[in-house]
T-cell receptor, first 114, second 113 residues
Framework: NAGVTQTPKFRVLKTGQSMTLLCAQDMNHEYMYWYRQDPGMGLRLIHYSVGEGTTAKGEVPDGYNVSRLKKQNFLLGLESAAPSQTSVYFC?????????????FGSGTRLTVV | SQKIEQNSEALNIQEGKTATLTCNYTNYSPAYLQWYRQDPGRGPVFLLLIRENEKEKRKERLKVTFDTTLKQSLFHITASQPADSATYLCALDMGGSQGNLIFGKGTKLSVKP
């Protein structure tokens, strides 16, 4: 199994440009999450989804939108990129609330906004 | 709001010794507490999960304890090896329907030969 796959791995954007980060998982997980990781800040939750067709805001949702049209995919969109969105973005997934499984993370997308 | 502190940003130990990492939290006790390993340029990898009603959990050379009175979890790596060098993250799962984790900033462990 591939687990959680994130594309692209690296991207440089100019301020004001838009882009979509794709997360795909092949483990039939219900819950999916987008985190950003910044030096000295740790991982912070942007948005999450508890099932196909559902999304919810996390700790730092401003400037981002998400969609979960298919169970295996979770998309993160930046409509108008800002330098403050320079970060490493991680997608994660897990089984719902059974308490025996941790999260499976992707390898990350390193985004630079200039 | 819930806060998590991992005792130090960096920990250096000698190969063969036991590494002990600390995770402290404020306010409410989580339903579950998880530990992850993160290598440079990679995503976190799940290691262990311990529930609020469990005192200790072991997996090979890893041991996690959970003290809800002290609001603290300890993560031990026995007989440490240079390959154990990485950043270790503590994460709290408050339970409920949201299912999302609150992460600490991590402790960077370096094991010297």
């Amino acid at each position: 199994n591939a687990g959680v796959t994130q594309t692209p791995k690296f991207r440089v954007l100019k301020t004001g440009q838009s882009m979509t980060l794709l997360c795909a998982q092949d483990m039939n997980h219900e819950y999916m999450y987008w985190y950003r990781q910044d030096p000295g800040m740790g991982l912070r939750l942007i948005h999450y989804s508890v099932g196909e067709g559902t999304t919810a805001k996390g700790e730092v949702p401003d400037g981002y939108n998400v969609s979960r049209l298919k169970k295996q995919n979770f998309l993160l969109g930046l409509e108008s990129a800002a330098p403050s969105q320079t970060s490493v973005y991680f997608c994660a997934s897990t089984l719902p609330r059974d308490g025996n499984y941790g999260y499976t993370f992707g390898s990350g997308t390193r985004l630079t906004v200039v | 709001s819930q806060k998590i502190e991992q005792n130090s940003e960096a920990l250096n130990i000698q190969e063969g010794k036991t590494a002990t990492l600390t995770c402290n939290y404020t306010n409410y006790s989580p339903a579950y507490l998880q530990w992850y390993r993160q290598d440079p340029g990679r995503g976190p990898v799940f290691l262990l999960l311990i529930r609020e009603n469990e005192k200790e959990k072991r997996k090979e050379r890893l041991k996690v304890t959970f003290d809800t009175t002290l609001k603290q979890s300890l993560f031990h790596i026995t007989a440490s090896q240079p390959a154990d060098s990485a950043t270790y993250l503590c994460a709290l799962d408050m339970g409920g329907s949201q299912g999302n984790l609150i992460f600490g900033k991590g402790t960077k462990l370096s094991v010297k030969p």
